[in-house]
């Protein structure tokens, strides 16, 4: 099981203290905050909602872009958006929205051992393995495990924005060693990235749920007292090394809490790299 580090929230706000300092988290783009607040209206109207983005071709062309990524999983070509949103639905429209305003929100980082490439295609492998087990055990919640995938590590590049030099060291030492991610941040900062992450989902006023898998996808539910899908747990488990050696611990998780055997992990794995492969296009 992993080594959580125990601390109080009222010691990680203190130990936060002046890590925003000369950075301003960007907000959402108004178009797309003005949507997500449509989508979250019970008597919302695609067609118009449809319309609205129809305002903004850039965000038009990004939309279909997606939709007809092959990670995206819907099983034909869009070829105007009042069709690609009319085959989404609002939950996958909501994801596509959400994505590409942190995107668009988070620092292009550069920094030794880093790359925003290779954080985007980790951030996707996440998102469609946390799909595909969804798929396999709760098919009603797969649209919104795979947002949580995707968006769990979305405090990295912040963190190594703001602490570069200290960071370039963790991610040096993750490259030597078997140490997890948080485990190393919270040695040298006593906060981690789900702790950051955490604190930009609130900024950004995210859903319940996909707040609640950023803050809390590297704890242990009944440490956390949330409960997050199975999906999300594993997905939390990818490093950027996808070997055999690395995936252990996930295939190892995989049979013990949710009965997956290790055949099952390996062609949901597969299925799910190979889709994350081309969706992470989208974000290069």
């Given at each position: 099981?992993?080594?959580?580090?125990?601390?109080?929230?009222?010691?990680?706000?203190?130990?936060?203290?002046?890590?925003f300092?000369?950075?301003e988290?960007?907000?959402?783009?108004?178009?797309?905050?003005e949507?997500?607040?449509?989508l979250?209206?019970?008597?919302?109207?695609?067609?118009?909602?449809?319309?609205?983005?129809?305002?903004?071709?850039?965000?038009t062309v990004k939309?279909?872009?997606?939709?007809?990524?092959?990670?995206?999983?819907l099983?034909?070509?869009?070829?105007?958006l009042?069709?690609?949103?009319?085959?989404?639905?609002?939950v996958?429209?909501?994801t596509?929205?959400l994505t590409?305003?942190?995107?668009?929100?988070?620092?292009?980082?550069?920094?030794p051992h880093?790359?925003?490439?290779?954080?985007?295609?980790?951030?996707?492998?996440?998102g469609?393995?946390?799909?595909?087990?969804?798929?396999?055990?709760?098919?009603?919640?797969?649209?919104?495990?795979?947002?949580?995938g995707?968006?769990?590590?979305?405090?990295?590049?912040?963190?190594i924005?703001?602490?570069?030099?200290?960071?370039?060291?963790?991610?040096?030492t993750?490259?030597s060693?078997?140490?997890w991610?948080?485990?190393?941040?919270?040695?040298?900062?006593?906060?981690?990235?789900?702790?950051?992450?955490?604190?930009?989902?609130?900024?950004?006023?995210?859903p319940?749920?996909?707040a609640e898998?950023i803050?809390?996808?590297?704890?242990d539910?009944?440490?956390?007292?949330?409960?997050?899908?199975?999906?999300?747990?594993?997905?939390?488990?990818i490093?950027t090394?996808?070997?055999e050696?690395?995936l252990?611990?996930?295939i190892a998780?995989?049979?013990?809490?949710?009965?997956l055997?290790?055949?099952?992990?390996t062609?949901?794995?597969?299925?799910?790299?190979?889709?994350?492969?081309?969706?992470?296009?989208?974000?290069?």
């Amino acid at each position: 099981m992993l080594n959580i580090f125990k601390k109080k929230p009222s010691e990680t706000q203190e130990a936060m203290k002046g890590l925003f300092d000369g950075f301003e988290l960007q907000s959402f783009p108004a178009l797309i905050m003005e949507v997500l607040s449509d989508l979250r209206d019970p008597d919302h109207n695609l067609g118009n909602i449809a319309r609205k983005l129809e305002g903004d071709p850039g965000m038009t062309v990004k939309i279909l872009r997606t939709v007809n990524a092959a990670g995206f999983g819907l099983s034909k070509q869009a070829t105007n958006l009042h069709g690609a949103i009319s085959m989404m639905g609002h939950v996958r429209l909501e994801t596509i929205l959400l994505t590409q305003a942190v995107k668009g929100s988070l620092p292009y980082t550069k920094a030794p051992h880093f790359s925003m490439k290779q954080f985007w295609v980790s951030a996707a492998q996440r998102g469609c393995l946390a799909r595909a087990v969804a798929q396999k055990l709760h098919p009603a919640t797969q649209v919104e495990a795979f947002t949580a995938g995707l968006l769990q590590d979305m405090a990295v590049p912040v963190l190594i924005r703001q602490r570069q030099e200290a960071y370039s060291d963790i991610l040096a030492t993750m490259q030597s060693c078997t140490h997890w991610l948080h485990d190393l941040e919270n040695d040298r900062f006593s906060f981690d990235h789900t702790d950051v992450g955490g604190h930009m989902a609130r900024e950004w006023n995210l859903p319940k749920y996909l707040a609640e898998a950023i803050s809390f996808h590297h704890h242990d539910d009944d440490d956390s007292g949330v409960e997050l899908e199975p999906g999300v747990r594993l997905a939390s488990l990818i490093r950027t090394d996808t070997g055999e050696v690395s995936l252990a611990p996930l295939i190892a998780m995989a049979k013990d809490e949710y009965d997956l055997d290790k055949q099952v992990m390996t062609t949901l794995l597969t299925s799910a790299f190979a889709d994350a492969e081309q969706f992470a296009q989208q974000f290069s």
